[in-house]
T-cell receptor
Framework: EPEVTQTPSHQVTQMGQEVILRCVPI?????FYWYRQILGQKVEFLVS????????KSEIFDDQFSVERPDGSNFTLKIRSTKLEDSAMYFC????????????FGSGTRLTVV | AQTVTQSQPEMSVQEAETVTLSCTYD???????LFWYKQPPSRQMILVIR??????QNATENRFSVNFQKAAKSFSLKISDSQLGDAAMYFC????????????????FGQGTILTVHP
């Protein structure tokens, strides 16, 4: 079964550093997403991406964050100048363009900011 | 904006018994999709079951079924013959069906219910 692949599975970074979280969505999916889950809390939407541009973003997704699909297969989330409160599980997901399909989520990247 | 509420932070069930997890939502839209996701300790998000709002028939996937009450905006998950592997956090989620709208594709999650299965 097709999978969404996320790397790394766990990343530790120092406060103020930049991190890039990587995702390879399912090849025939056209909508891509990033979600965040702070430990013990609910999953929160960050951003959706379609046709090489952001289609929607939440209030969490401020200037500190950016997304990119640099080469047609990878989908990245960059966090500039990380803060302690950015520590969370970050999930990438992809979805076909139409229909009520649930997403296929990746297995997540656990980001720890120290 | 849509909201999803799971009022049961924790539930427990004996192995082989049946348990129902509750979910309510608020929306002004008439066409949408509802989902239940399972998150085991590995923290992977696994789709359990989905329901299209325009369908009156409740969705069923093996031991998992839903009770979808559109007028009441209720979407509960029933797990029959519970197994130890069902122990996880369960999230209810909403997705608009409005193509091209600003919320198209975005999932709104509830707070989650931790399910414990006792042997």
């Amino acid at each position: 079964e097709p999978e969404v692949t996320q790397t790394p599975s766990h990343q530790v970074t120092q406060m103020g550093q930049e991190v890039i979280l990587r995702c390879v969505p399912i090849s025939n999916h056209l909508y891509f997403y990033w979600y965040r889950q702070i430990l013990g809390q609910k999953v929160e939407f960050l951003v959706s991406f379609y046709n090489n541009e952001i289609s929607e973003k939440s209030e969490i997704f401020d200037d500190q964050f950016s997304v990119e699909r640099p080469d047609g297969s990878n989908f990245t989330l960059k966090i500039r100048s990380t803060k302690l409160e950015d520590s969370a599980m970050y999930f990438c997901a992809s979805s076909p363009i139409s229909g009520g399909y649930g997403y296929t989520f990746g297995s997540g990247t656990r980001l720890t900011v120290v | 904006a849509q909201t999803v509420t799971q009022s049961q932070p924790e539930m427990s069930v004996q192995e082989a018994e049946t348990v129902t997890l509750s979910c309510t939502y608020d929306t002004s839209e008439s066409d949408y999709y509802l989902f239940w996701y399972k998150q085991p300790p590995s923290r992977q998000m696994i789709l359990v079951i989905r329901q299209e709002a325009y369908k009156q028939q409740n969705a069923t996937e093996n031991r998992f079924s839903v009770n979808f009450q559109k007028a009441a905006k209720s979407f509960s998950l029933k797990i029959s013959d519970s197994q130890l592997g069902d122990a996880a956090m369960y999230f209810c989620a909403y997705r608009s069906a409005k193509a091209g709208g600003t919320s198209y594709g975005k999932l709104t999650f509830g707070q989650g219910t931790i399910l414990t299965v006792h042997p």
